[in-house]
């Protein structure tokens, strides 16, 4: 997050956040997500949430994936950005660059 907030900043590009913890997504909008990507781009296995929830044991497939989006949105990869019908997970400097600049 700190290195997307940063990229931003420095080109001001202004950007509205949404607090996950906060205000839960909704599941119309993870799965709108999820026409854009796969589940491994957007669910993340490697947090803290996900170990604390045992998840790794219950051998989850993509629909009980996204269950766990819904419930538990700590497990989605951030930052997640939407921008021109676009959805960017994670930061990349180069990614970010080419669509907007």
Do not use: Q
Not at 9 to 14: F, G, P
Not at 27 to 38: A, F, G, P, V
Not at 77 to 101: A, H, M, N, Q, S
């Amino acid at each position: 997050m700190k290195k997307t907030l940063s990229f931003f900043k420095t080109y001001n590009i202004e950007c509205e956040l949404h607090d996950f913890k906060a205000e839960k997504l909704s599941c119309d909008k993870i799965s709108s997500w999820l026409r854009h990507m796969n589940m491994k781009t957007l669910f993340n296995s490697k947090s803290t949430t996900y170990r604390n929830l045992n998840l790794k044991e219950l051998n989850l497939d993509d629909k009980a994936k996204e269950e766990w989006l819904c419930k538990e949105n700590l497990l989605i990869k951030r930052p997640v950005v939407e921008f021109d019908e676009k959805v960017i997970v994670g930061f990349d400097e180069e990614i970010y660059k080419g669509v907007f600049l």
